[in-house]
């Protein structure tokens, strides 16, 4: 292996050493999710018509668990190792950071997409899904995840304490996933709430996303893939520039 | 071409914005260390040694001024000048999640190295860690992760090992594996840059010394012609009292053990009489030659080098 793939394998070998906390655990919060809301709403929510609600529920919950799982998997890693002080043990290695970005990003990618699929097993078992447009649920779950991964790797990168941390991800992380459709569709609100779902970029990635399930969605997935793509390439521009600037670790 | 080159290194820490002076810990600092050398860099704390090793190591950067690692600049040509330089941080530091050969494993990766089993087992072997290769990092006693430290800093092989107060805190044991191994990759041309509060284990390892004070390289010699430069003895002796004044500001004190430093047999007649005259009685007196402890106080006061 060379130095970056080193890394990457380190990251995964570390969230998989604790796979019950890291992997199971989010997997049986997001089955808890369908079953209350899909016990109470199922007979009272229909959407797009035809759509049940639980099988609406279903992708929602699998995106939601890759978002927050890959944004979970690189801010908790750099804090912990920060605070440890073991993060020197990388800092003292010749990885670029070009490197650091890639190994960081690919594993929370790995931790995001591994739990999606253990909710997706789970929760798929419930209910009878379709596949419309299966390419698409891979885009969506694969830009999701890197996207987050990326803002978990600059919010690692911020926090000096886990305290900083926590309130990024709860005002922060968890409110923008909640807000953007994993349990209802937007066209559902008031115009103003609609509108204001529009500008936070998570909608985009739920929406298209369960375009590829439902072949119909709030807006065009083309529109959501270039609202993603964008927030993907400016976030990773910033996260690989404060890398190289060593931003809060190279003193 | 030098192993290490420090070229008027400077670093000054801004002003807390919660107000506070800026803080030049380190001062144009320059010196070179040549392949090979066993170097020894002391100072008392906060004298910017630990500051100086964080530049080298590109944990931080230099304010102004430059350091070259075999001719690589850290900051420019940082890849290739971390490869040649091994770091043992003075922090006992560890990651929880892997056991000593995974640690091991996985820092030769990070530098590219590839089937390194046999180095890690002799690494394992030479510094007392083999029946604890298995074993999780949480694990292991503070000397033993002192240990794991120290073979993690050797893993990729680096022309030059730099060791921030390796011994701080380390049982007798450790430091005499430590030493040992130490002393024989320094032997088989690896450069050793080493800081350390143990002034003794410097005297009698490193070749060349330079002590810092206040950011400032204030000796920069051979332990031999430092140890010349001293005055050539001490007298040392106990008492019950405390001493006048005027004798306890020449005077090394510790406890009741009290030492001057003495160029001759006139001197030395002339600090007994004026203990005798305070109406003290020096018990167990002996006369000593200088070590690098009182070469080192004396630099430190500013009295020599």
């Known amino acids: 292996m060379n130095g970056w793939q080193t890394l990457f394998y380190k990251e995964v070998l570390r969230f998989w050493k604790v796979s019950f906390q890291t992997i199971a655990a989010p997997v049986l919060t997001a089955v808890l999710y369908m079953l209350i809301f899909g016990h109470v709403l199922e007979n009272h929510v229909k959407v797009y018509d035809s759509v049940p609600y639980t099988a609406f529920l279903v992708p929602g919950l699998v995106m939601m668990s890759v978002l927050q799982n890959a944004f979970a998997n690189s801010s908790s890693s750099l804090i912990q190792s920060k605070i440890m002080g073991n993060l020197v043990f990388v800092l003292l290695t010749p990885l670029s950071h070009w490197s650091w970005f890639f190994a960081y990003v690919a594993s929370s990618m790995t931790r995001g997409l591994a739990v999606g699929c253990g909710v997706f097993l789970v929760t798929g078992w419930f209910t009878p899904l379709h596949y419309e447009a299966p390419l698409w649920i891979l885009v969506f779950a694969v830009l999701g995840a890197a996207l987050l991964g990326a803002l978990g790797l600059v919010a690692g990168l911020w926090a000096e304490k886990f305290d900083q941390l926590a309130a ?9 996933t909640f807000l953007s459709g994993v ?8 115009t103003f709430w609609q509108q204001l779902s529009h500008l936070n970029p998570f909608f985009y990635m739920i929406d298209g ?8 969605s709030d807006v065009s997935p083309w529109i959501s893939l270039a609202v993603v793509g964008t927030a993907l390439l400016l976030v990773s521009a910033a996260t690989v520039k404060l890398l190289q600037s060593g931003y809060k670790i190279r003193n | 071409m030098p192993a290490l080159s420090f070229q008027s290194v400077s670093k000054t820490y801004p002003a807390k914005p919660q107000g506070g002076a800026s803080l030049k810990a380190l001062d144009g600092v320059s010196f070179d260390i040549e392949e090979g050398e066993f170097f020894g860099l002391l100072g008392p704390n906060g004298a910017g040694k630990t500051t100086l090793i964080s530049i080298l190591a590109g944990l931080s950067r230099a304010s102004s001024g430059r350091v070259l690692v075999h001719g690589h600049d850290v900051q420019i040509d940082y890849a290739q000048a971390r490869r040649l330089l091994g770091v043992v941080p003075q922090e006992l530091v560890f990651d929880p999640f892997f056991s000593v050969r995974e640690a091991l494993q996985i820092q030769s990766g990070y530098f590219g190295v590839k089937r390194n089993e046999d180095w890690i087992d002799e690494l394992l072997s030479s510094l007392g860690l083999a029946d604890k290769a298995n074993a999780n990092m949480r694990q292991l006693s503070g000397g033993m992760k002192r240990r794991v ?3 993690q800093a050797l893993v990729h092989k680096p022309r030059v090992i730099v060791l921030d107060e390796p011994t701080a805190g380390v049982d007798v044991e450790l430091r005499q594996t430590l030493w040992q191994f130490i002393a024989k990759l320094n032997k088989q041309g690896h450069t050793v840059l080493l800081t350390t509060h143990y002034l003794e284990e410097a005297e009698a ?8 004070k206040q950011g400032s390289v204030v000796a920069l010699e051979t332990t031999s012609e430092l140890l010349k430069s001293a005055s050539s003895n001490v007298l040392r002796f106990k008492v019950d009292a405390e001493l006048p004044a ?3 500001a020449k005077a090394r004190i510790t406890g009741r053990i009290v030492q001057f430093p003495a160029q001759n047999a006139i001197e030395i007649e002339q600090y007994l009489a004026a203990v005798r005259q305070a109406g003290l009685k020096a018990e167990d ?10 070469v080192f106080l004396q630099v430190m006061s500013g009295a020599a080098a």
């Open chain 1, 209 to 216: 996303f369960r375009f590829g399930f439902f072949g119909q």
């Open chain 2, 285 to 294: 007196v002996e006369i000593r030659k200088a070590d690098l402890e009182d």
């Open chain 1, 183 to 190: 349990f209802y569709s937007i066209h559902s609100l008031p």
């Open chain 1, 168 to 176: 990024f991800q709860n005002f922060v992380i968890v409110p923008m």
């Open chain 2, 149 to 151: 430290l120290v073979a």
């Open chain 2, 246 to 248: 005027e004798l306890a």
């Open chain 2, 205 to 212: 390892l490193c070749g060349r010394l330079a002590m810092l």
